[in-house]
């Protein structure tokens, strides 16, 4: 038989492993959220960036200017909405965008694609 002594004992320490267990595992936790939530945001603000700057694009093409003044006033107003334009492309009224933007915590930009342009 054993001794309740020699029992609690052995037992002797579990909750200190216990708690600092939980708390890791909720560190991890808000570390993982906190990179999703650094991804999801990045992620919108390209899109923004990107259906922005198509759209003043477009406005320009459609008020006459030529495809370099259409893709600069894209450029100037993605770039002011915090991306960096990878491509710019202009066909007839029709403005092309892609830009990117960097997730601060994931070493990979998030990217986005638009195009603007009258309804066909």
């Not at 038989?1 to 200190?16: E, I, L, P, V, W």
């Not at 259906?51 to 100037?76: E, I, M």
């Not at 986005?112 to 009258?118: E, Y």
Request: glycine residues 8%; charged residues 15%; contains cysteine.
């Amino acid at each position: 038989m054993t001794d309740c002594r020699s029992q609690r004992a052995r037992d002797r320490g579990a909750a200190t492993v216990l708690a600092v267990s939980i708390v890791a595992l909720v560190l991890v936790l808000t570390g993982g959220a906190l990179v999703v939530g650094s991804v999801v945001i990045a992620s919108h603000r390209a899109r923004l960036a990107a259906d922005l700057g198509s759209l003043a694009g477009a406005s320009a093409a459609q008020d006459g200017s030529s495809s370099a003044a259409a893709c600069s006033a894209a450029r100037q107003v993605a770039r002011a909405n915090g991306a960096l334009v990878q491509a710019c492309s202009v066909d007839g009224l029709d403005v092309e965008l892609t830009v990117c933007v960097d997730a601060s915590l994931w070493p990979a930009p998030a990217t986005a694609r638009s195009r603007a342009g009258p309804e066909r």
